[in-house]
């Protein structure tokens, strides 16, 4: 069982940059994919960054693509989102999620096996 908390959520204004984190803990995490998603009110979850358990391959949603960054640290266990040139589409609760492979991108949420309670983002115009 992996366990992973988010942190780094909150509210900015359009055009403005945040970071987020998430600790996992339970187990050697460099040996698993990672991701991040989002889920805005009445919509589904969604695909936000991937990163393999070396770090050395992401790939990005095609929305974030350009603004967002994501990467790790293994020695410490975190993944982290920088997200810059927010805007109001970015707005959603943002999960972080593991999947257990160590290279094997998915946009789909029902690949994953572990998932945080995750961290709200909110951004105004």
């Known amino acids: 069982q992996v366990q992973l908390v988010e942190s780094g959520g909150g509210l900015v204004q359009a055009g403005d940059s945040l970071r987020l984190s998430c600790a996992a803990s339970g187990r050697e995490l460099d040996i698993f994919a990672m991701a991040w998603f989002r889920q805005a009110p009445g919509k589904d979850r969604e695909f936000v960054a991937y990163?393999?358990?070396?770090?050395?391959?992401?790939w990005y949603a095609n929305s974030v693509k350009g603004r967002f960054s994501i990467s790790r640290d293994n020695t410490k266990n975190i993944m982290s989102l920088q997200m810059n040139s927010l805007n109001v589409d970015d707005t959603a609760k943002y999960y972080c999620?593991?999947?257990?492979?160590?290279?094997?991108?998915?946009?789909?949420?029902?690949?994953?096996?572990?998932w945080g309670q995750g961290t709200q983002v909110t951004v105004s115009s």
């Open positions: 999620a593991v999947r257990r492979v160590r290279n094997g991108v998915s946009i789909y949420p029902s690949d994953y096996d572990d």
């Open positions: 990163i393999g358990g070396d770090g050395h391959f992401t």
